[in-house]
């Protein structure tokens, strides 16, 4: 008798730690919010933040208006083409160093590997952004939320 009653308290104890640590766990996960697109780790964040929700339109807002700028379908394409490694990649948005209208975003990226090993790489990265039109335009980001043919100059043979 003495026994069931100790065995009872410990299971009740037990489902009272496993019910707050789920509230816990609910309560604290946060969602990722826009942030305001005027400082140049503001428009990386959301830079980011847009690839990983897929909001491929605004995403592509963010990139300037020159010449070497993808289309839009090769943007939505090369995105979508590369969105499971996306999603394996943490980045910690890091010191801005401003030059007039150029801005240099350091970023801290830590992305798991697919093996039988679970491999994690750890670097440091940065991304490069310029003043257009007195809004920020992200010119270079790096793997995987940038392709390589995004903003390279077409070489064209000569005659």
Request: proline residues 6%; without cysteine; aromatic residues 14%.
């Amino acid at each position: 008798m003495k026994n069931d009653r100790f065995l009872n308290g410990l299971l009740t104890g037990i489902g009272v730690l496993i019910i707050i640590a789920l509230v816990l766990f609910f309560v604290r996960q946060q969602q990722a919010e826009y942030r305001p697109d005027d400082t140049p780790n503001g428009v990386v964040h959301n830079f980011i933040l847009s690839v990983l929700e897929r909001d491929y339109e605004r995403a592509y807002s963010y990139l300037p208006n020159d010449p070497e700028k993808p289309s839009f379908s090769l943007f939505q394409q090369e995105i979508s083409r590369i969105s499971n490694k996306t999603k394996q990649v943490n980045i910690t948005i890091g010191e801005i160093f401003m030059d007039g209208e150029i801005a240099t975003v350091q970023l801290s990226i830590r992305q798991s590997y697919e093996g039988p090993f679970n491999n994690l790489g750890r670097y440091n990265e940065s991304a490069q952004l310029k003043k257009e039109n007195g809004n920020w335009k992200i010119v270079s980001m790096p793997y995987p939320f940038w392709s390589w043919n995004w903003y390279t100059e077409v070489i064209k043979p000569l005659p």
